[in-house]
């Protein structure tokens, strides 16, 4: 860690009353772990005891102040400056908290208080992949889930308080989202199995979050959907037996596809949603259903080789999403850097593997606009490495595979695709492998095992240096110094507030 690292102080009173509003108006994509009474709670407390002597501090009390520093520095995630930065005192905060995690975390008195302080830390970093490991942390949190029974509701879990049911479903679910959203990613088995989860959805705090937690349900249930495609197609299993039958995967398909494009067809009306919101975006919501879209339907274990109507999907599903990327980028609206550049990245895979595999796309789709869609992929990923340089080895590998392509696209030569198989329109000269290989260090076989094989080589974007398996968590040993507060307006605008 760098020496510039700096604790902040609390914010003026104000400032904080803005930073409660900016997160349950889900200016980030992530789901609410603690409601608004608790969050107010708190930080009422955080603000009562924080120029007492440390010493004298209680417990829960730093526990309080934890919660409010980094629920600040989430909140602080979705304001942006400039051309789409970040206040500097997101990090403060951030460094603020960590001064209370023993607290907060390794004394708790409660598995569901504990639940919650891991996953507030977790939301943090998964805006800001460099300050934590967090795929350890949504290991943790689930492991926790499972030993309190949160996974599986039983009569009496069904018999609780309606308040406390409604809080170990809330944190259910952000675990569960957050664990779903790391296996698919980076192409990790899950930690539990879908079979063994039997919990109803979290109901809204209040009537005001009603169409909130109705956005947050539904996007559970493209989760529980990506869930189920991971299972079935990109798995690795020994052969089926009695106990564990392989799937009819035809009939399978057959069944998801119109369950998918139902999910798209009920998306809660954006016009109801907070207009800063990242779920008012349809651009979001479009990359995010094409994403899953892909996955259905892209080279994988079980279906190593699409037929053409998949190739056709994936070939569109690309494209949109790679149009509804670039957008979002021109607006500052991907947050989470690490996830949109593994999903550009395999968006670009996919586009170039299909153009490359289907005689029919190349001729349907004028050169142009293949070569138009490939490289507006490759600018938007270059620009999101600036922010995640873990990418920087995708980027490479895309713009070389896209620079291949071009050069095929404009070749004079008649076999620059397939060789002498280019006249030839039967199936398997539109849906097979390509029998001459682009003139590049990334050969076509090694682009199908990424895609078929799932794995992008991006968890080294969240799998933190200096992190030790013995430990929770590993951070700056150097003090950092304090910072001034700048007070934020609802155009981003800000001006110093002297603590």
Same mark, same amino acid.
């Given at each position: 860690m760098c020496s510039t690292e700096f604790k902040s102080s609390l914010p003026p009173a104000a400032a904080a009353t803005h930073l409660v509003d900016v997160y349950f108006q889900y200016r980030t994509p992530h789901f609410p772990v603690l409601d608004r009474a608790e969050i107010l709670a708190s930080v009422q407390t955080a603000y009562r005891v924080f120029s007492n002597d440390p010493a004298t501090i209680s417990r829960s009390s730093r526990r309080d102040l934890f919660v409010? +520093?980094?629920? +600040?520095?989430? !909140?602080? @995630?979705?304001? *942006?400056? =400039? $051309? %789409?930065?970040?206040?500097? &005192? $997101?990090? %403060?905060?951030?460094? !603020?908290?960590? *001064?209370y995690i023993d607290s907060a975390i390794g004394s708790s008195d409660s598995d569901t208080e504990t639940l919650g302080n891991i996953l507030l830390l977790a939301q943090y970093i998964s805006l800001s992949p460099s300050k934590g490991n967090l795929w350890l942390l949504s290991g943790i949190a689930l492991r926790i889930c499972v030993n309190i029974g949160l996974h599986w509701e039983t009569d009496a879990a069904l018999q609780l308080e309606p308040g406390h049911l409604k809080k170990r479903r809330r944190l259910f679910w952000a675990t569960y989202n957050l664990e779903r959203l790391l296996g698919v990613t980076l192409g990790r088995p899950f930690s539990i199995e879908e079979q063994s989860v039997s919990v109803g959805y979290p109901d809204a705090p209040s009537p005001a979050d009603f169409h909130s937690q109705l956005v947050v349900n539904h996007l559970l249930k493209l989760s529980r959907l990506e869930s189920e495609i991971k299972h079935v197609l990109y798995r690795h299993q020994k052969r089926g037996s009695l106990a564990f039958p392989s799937p009819d995967i035809p009939r399978w398909m057959e069944d998801i596809q119109p369950r998918l494009e139902e999910w798209r067809a009920s998306i809660p009306p954006i016009r109801d949603v907070y207009h800063e919101s990242i779920y008012a975006f349809s651009s979001w919501w479009d990359a995010t259903f094409y994403n899953t879209l892909m996955l259905l339907h892209r080279p994988n274990p079980s279906i190593p080789e699409p037929g053409p109507d998949s190739l056709r999907i994936c070939f569109d599903a690309a494209k949109k999403l790679i149009a509804c990327a670039q957008i979002l980028q021109r607006e500052h609206q991907l947050e989470m850097a690490w996830i949109w550049a593994q999903r550009l990245f395999v968006a670009g895979l996919t586009f170039i593997y299909t153009v490359w595999n289907s005689v029919d796309l190349r001729r349907s789709n004028p050169p142009e606009e293949i070569v138009h869609t490939a *490289?507006? @992929? $490759?600018?938007t990923l270059a620009v999101l490495t600036g922010r995640f340089p873990s990418a920087a080895g995708c980027r490479d590998a895309l713009e070389t595979l896209v620079s291949a392509t071009v050069k095929a696209l404009f070749s004079s030569q008649p076999q620059a695709f397939t060789g002498s198989t280019e006249g030839d329109t /039967? &199936?398997?000269s539109s849906a097979g492998m390509a029998i001459l290989q682009?003139?590049?260090?990334? /050969?076509?076989? $090694?682009?199908? /095992?990424?895609? /078929?094989?799932?794995?992008? %080589?991006?968890? *080294? =974007?969240?799998?933190? !240096?200096?992190? !030790?398996?013995?430990?929770?968590?590993?951070?700056?040993d150097q003090q950092p110094t304090n910072t001034e507060w700048s007070v934020f307006d609802e155009d981003g605008q800000s001006y110093n507030a002297f603590m």
């Open positions: 409010t +520093f980094i629920f +600040f520095a989430v !909140s602080l @995630c979705g304001l *942006q400056i =400039g $051309s %789409g930065g970040r206040p500097v &005192e $997101s990090e %403060g905060c951030f460094h !603020s908290a960590l *001064q *490289q507006t @992929c $490759s600018t /039967s &199936e398997n682009p003139d590049i260090n990334l /050969s076509m076989e $090694s682009m199908y /095992s990424m895609l /078929s094989g799932d794995m992008f %080589g991006m968890a *080294q =974007g969240v799998a933190w !240096s200096g992190f !030790s398996d013995n430990a929770l968590f590993d951070f700056a």
